[in-house]
């Protein structure tokens, strides 16, 4: 294979731009507290950067100090960036970003995990690590119409073995890159060292007549302690209408998205600001690089519509053995998405323990941080980089 490094057309610059000038405003009243969504306030200022003053090619020689090939994997095209991993006995890592994520996203904990020697850590530690766009996401576009979790997981393992020939390598990913890595765990889990997530929701998560709602359908309880009563209304704020829109109108959304960077940026802002622990998680150059790849990719619909396919074609298991995740499994938790109750690390820990989510995986390595939000190894990328690498240590 021959690297190709990310080159997006001055054309498609171009366009960009114009389109961010000629953006027609909603006048926003009454919503300087963001209780309608995103303030004009915030996103019209980030929308004049992006067109006069965001400097995307220098994001791009960031993003091309890695090596990027394109590959057809099937009838799949995925993008991936590669590194190199500097030690005795690299272990092949394959990293599943989720939305409104990019491959970007991962860039914080890329070199510690290839090279540790040169950030401290055990070169013993090391991984040759690969960062795909997910197919409809970034650069991995056009897809398969059909595309979803669990159908990406076996085009991570056809890329991983068919393509790159590695018989055995190991997994993490966040969000729906989770999902990705956890199905991974559950049909490949003989070809994995062991995986490594960001959260651990069951892989049926999507499935049901009301997959796209947050509760199931169930009033909140009565008689609740404020605390815990404010606590999941704070949750279904964060997630409800994410959740809903994508499973039930992506195509409805993709619309206005694809056409208007303006209404695309507010989006997949509204994610980034709560879902993130703090919005100073991300400068701006930071969120103009992310949503230009989205842009130049035209990738908006396609990412979106993983979520619908995530419910109209359900999971379904390969085998019947328990755990359904057979693979060795390590798994972060973050502060900023305690459920509702939970106070200290200690206190998440348990509470997945005593879940019925604990059961479905082959459980190793639990840790539970005091801080941090959804885009953990962006907020966190020392924490999540010395999570990873307990949960591998012993595997290799």
């Not at 389109?19 to 303030?39: E, M």
């Not at 530690?125 to 409809?136: C, H, K, T």
């Not at 842009?295 to 619908?308: E, L, M, P, V």
């Amino acid at each position: 294979m021959i690297p190709t490094p990310i080159q997006v057309s001055d054309d498609v610059l171009d366009d960009l731009r114009r389109r961010l000038r000629a953006t027609k405003w909603p006048r926003d009243a009454g919503n300087d507290d963001g209780f309608y969504g995103v303030r004009r306030t915030r996103l019209q200022p980030l929308v004049e950067y992006w067109a006069d003053g965001f400097d995307w090619r220098a994001a791009e020689r960031a993003i091309n100090a890695y090596d990027h090939y394109r590959v057809d994997v099937g009838d799949v095209p995925v993008h991936f960036m590669h590194k190199p991993g500097v030690g005795p006995n690299p272990i092949p890592l394959i990293l599943s970003h989720g939305w409104p994520w990019t491959f970007w996203h991962w860039s914080k904990v890329i070199d510690p995990l290839a090279d540790p020697a040169s950030y401290g850590g055990d070169p013993a530690d090391a991984f040759d690590v690969i960062v795909p766009s997910l197919p409809g996401f970034g650069f991995s576009t056009p897809t398969r119409p059909d595309m979803n979790f669990w159908k990406i997981a076996d085009v991570w393992h056809s890329l991983m073995t068919d393509v790159l020939g590695h018989p055995k390598y190991a997994a993490a990913g966040c969000d729906v890159g989770a999902l990705v890595t956890g199905q991974l765990g559950h049909k490949y889990a003989d070809e994995l060292y062991g995986i490594h997530i960001g959260s651990a929701l069951k892989l049926s998560f999507f499935n049901g007549d009301r997959g796209w709602d947050l509760s199931g359908g169930n009033p909140i309880p009565a008689g609740l302690p404020p605390e815990i009563h404010a606590r999941i209304i704070e949750l279904e704020h964060r997630f409800a209408s994410h959740l809903a829109t994508h499973v039930l109108d992506p195509s409805t959304l993709g619309f206005g998205l694809a056409d208007s960077p303006a209404g695309m940026l507010a989006w997949i802002l509204e994610r980034w600001q709560k879902w993130a622990e703090s919005e100073k998680a991300f400068t701006d150059d930071d969120l103009l690089t992310h949503a230009t790849i989205f842009w130049a990719g035209n990738a908006i619909d396609t990412s979106i519509r993983t979520y619908a396919n995530n419910n109209r074609y359900p999971w379904t298991p390969s085998h019947d053995r328990t755990p359904v995740i057979e693979a060795p499994t390590g798994i972060t938790f973050v502060g900023h998405e305690d459920p509702p109750g939970v106070h200290s690390p200690q206190e998440r820990v348990d509470n997945f323990l005593a879940s019925d989510r604990a059961a479905w995986y082959n459980h190793v390595n639990i840790t539970a941080h005091p801080n941090g939000g959804h885009f953990i190894p962006w907020e966190l990328p020392t924490e999540w980089t010395d999570d990873l690498r307990r949960t591998f240590r012993d595997l290799r």
